[in-house]
């Protein structure tokens, strides 16, 4: 990106738990903002390579193992970073990812219990997102449980394979984005949101989060 010559946009993410409520809230701020020139975009996809990798990752078809779904993961957002984000935020237009490197923070390292993918997760996160680091992270927060439940009674959602790990699992993701970023990554404004209230109510606060961010 060339410095000074044109107005860059924000990127924000959004992000949380698995039932979190994250996919509601996304249609919400899409249906609220979408005359305001924002892109909202998604993880693991968002360009049509980086999909072909989220069908790989999500598929529970054949096995694979937390280093090869981290490289998948980083391999995906350096795609989509190059081909989506920089040149949405070059053109001056603002950013919304629904899941961002938090995640793979959150599941795969603090989910998946692998602490020594943490400084190749550094170094991922200091080279692939050299020129991106969000200016915001939202993560709609609520116990593993509550969240759990609601999956489960979401018939109409597809289940990944990350789903359907057992709760001690998703505890361990919620700390996870409880306690990112982590020490020695580059900071951001980071907001928790409580989302074990009624989807209006979150949205208020998520609404009033974005607005600021965005200068609305
Ligand atoms: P989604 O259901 O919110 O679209 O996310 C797809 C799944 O991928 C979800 O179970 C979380 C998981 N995921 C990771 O494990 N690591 C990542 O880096 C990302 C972006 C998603």
């Not at 994250?22 to 049509?48: A, M, S, W």
């Not at 990812?97 to 959150?106: G, Q």
């Not at 020695?184 to 928790?192: E, K, R």
Request: proline share 6%.
């Amino acid at each position: 990106m060339e410095e000074n010559t044109m107005q860059h946009g924000k990127l924000i993410v959004i992000d949380g738990m698995d039932g979190s409520g994250k996919g509601t809230q996304i249609k919400f701020l899409q249906e609220k903002l979408k005359e305001r020139g924002v892109i909202f975009t998604r993880e693991p996809g968002g360009t049509p390579k980086a999909e072909e990798i989220r069908k790989l990752l999500l598929s529970g078809e054949n096995k694979s193992t937390p280093l090869a779904d981290f490289l998948l993961f980083w391999a995906s957002r350096a795609i989509h970073i190059e081909q989506t984000i920089i040149p949405a935020l070059g053109s001056g237009m603002h950013v919304i990812s629904d899941r961002f490197d938090s995640a793979t923070y959150a599941f795969q390292i603090c989910g998946e219990k692998r602490p020594e993918l943490l400084d190749s997760f550094l170094y991922c996160r200091s080279s692939i997102m050299e020129k991106v680091v969000p200016d915001a992270y939202i993560f709609l927060d609520l116990p593993a449980k509550v969240a759990f439940d609601r999956r489960n009674k979401d018939a109409q959602q597809e289940k990944s394979r990350f789903d359907l790990k057992p709760i001690a699992y998703h505890n361990r993701v919620r700390r996870g984005f409880a306690t990112f970023p982590p020490k020695g990554a580059v900071s951001s404004a980071v907001h928790i949101v409580d989302s074990n209230r009624p989807p209006e109510e979150v949205f208020n606060e998520i609404l009033k989060i974005v607005q600021k961010e965005l200068g609305f």
